[in-house]
């Protein structure tokens, strides 16, 4: 899963979600150098990371593209899953993706001292060129994705994953379909076996 969906499975907790947003940034122990919202927010990260790892419909979408970039298969995955969500928004939450993603922005901005240097980073790119609402078309994800194949020093191919989106379209978004309930109920379990609600992020249509 990728920005979108991590925020999206904060629900409408602000520190669960900062700490979700900038968790790839923070190693192992230092998860208890933040407070208990944020270090909430950087476990149920990991939680949906391991989780989607070893789910066998996401394993089953890097398979469809694995034999052109290899260890890069599961990021690119994590980006058409985004992809899918932004899409079928309408499907998962009565907030406009709009709506949506600018109350994300305004938050990390709001907090920006409070993300690590790796988050800063990223963060303008971000809010500029407005990822989360565009990775439901396919020019935003073609800017995303040569921006990360760039930073490979172009060894990811991941500036033709758009194509390969193109051509295994209506397979990838049905693994999606299939995934995306089942990390649902587990960020719900989470947040409520941690005295938090989900009642934003409850699947409204099948």
């Known amino acids: 899963m990728n920005f979108l ?12 979600l900062l700490g979700n947003f900038f968790a790839d940034a923070v190693k192992g122990k230092h998860i208890n150098d933040f407070p208990q919202g944020m270090s909430t927010g950087i476990r149920l990260h990991r939680l949906i990371d391991s989780f989607t790892d070893i789910h066998p ?36 939450s009565k907030k406009p993706l709009k709506v949506f993603t600018q109350y994300i922005y305004q938050l990390l901005i709001a907090n920006y001292n409070l993300l690590p240097a ?3 980073r990223i963060l303008p790119f971000l809010v500029t060129q407005d990822w989360l609402t565009n990775y439901r078309n396919f020019n935003g994800l073609q800017r995303v994705f040569e ?43 989470f947040l409520h076996e941690n005295d938090l609600t989900c009642n934003g992020i409850k699947e409204r249509v099948a």
């Not at 034999?67 to 899409?87: E, M, Q, R």
């Not at 760039?150 to 194509?163: I, L, Q």
């Open 5 to 16: 969906a991590h925020a999206y499975l904060s629900d409408d907790n602000p520190e669960v």
């Open 57 to 92: 419909v996401f394993i089953q979408s890097k398979r469809r593209i694995q034999g052109n970039y290899d260890k890069y298969s599961g990021i690119i995955v994590d980006i058409y899953y985004d992809h899918f969500l932004a899409c079928r928004w309408n499907h998962y």
């Open 118 to 120: 790796k988050s800063k």
């Open 147 to 189: 921006g990360m194949d760039r930073r490979t020093h172009n060894r990811s191919g991941m500036k033709v994953a758009v194509e390969d989106l193109k051509l295994n379209y209506k397979q990838l978004e049905d693994d999606f379909k299939l995934f995306f309930p089942d990390i649902i109920s587990q960020a719900c379990n």
